[in-house]
């Protein structure tokens, strides 16, 4: 019979909060049952393993991410998108390493709720770069170059890669500023 009070919810949310504050490559399920004073197998009536728990994760964090960046980008357009767009996810990426770090995480062919998060917030980032006029290939770049920046700037920051004294939210907003001057300027090369 299962404990009360401990659903499959219930151990996902308890493991990205482990995932935040230990690492997500230091999540294990004994430090999880621990945690709610729970024997291991316990935990496998609510999730199939280790590999489960941080796709479930990745599908909690993904969805997170996306009503973050959603929220941050209504009613905007063009820059003020892409900067809103940026913020909230350095901001989401700080706030919840552990989340973020299975967000990068591809979902695998099949797995119907990872791809639909995945795909929700990757039509977020579409949707906010619209305004700059690019579709197909050209906007997936666009949305590969944001990406590619703004975690690069963020995995940097995390990681303490920033040890000169100069501001960094500086440093971040002028990355995306060049990302929009970029993105408004289009594929063409620099004369």
Known sequence: ????????EAVVAAGAELADSAGLDRLTLAALAQGFGVRLPSLYKHVGGLEDL?????????TELGQVMATATVGKANGDALRALARAYRAYAAA????YAATLRA?????????????????????????????????????R??????HGFVS??????FGLPQAVDRTFDRMVDAL?????????PVS
Request: aromatic share 6%.
């Open 107 to 143: 979902p695998e062919p099949g797995d119907a709720d990872h791809l639909a998060a995945a795909e929700s917030l990757i039509r977020t980032a579409f949707a906010a770069l619209a305004g700059y006029g690019l579709d197909g290939e050209d906007a997936i770049d666009g949305v």
């Open 1 to 8: 019979m299962p404990r009360a009070g401990l659903t499959r």
């Open 145 to 150: 170059i944001f990406r590619s920046a703004v």
């Open 54 to 62: 941080q796709r479930s994760i990745a599908v909690l964090a993904l």
């Open 180 to 188: 929009d001057a970029g993105l408004r300027r289009g594929w063409d």
């Open 96 to 99: 919840h390493p552990g989340r």
């Open 156 to 161: 940097l920051e995390r990681l303490g890669g």
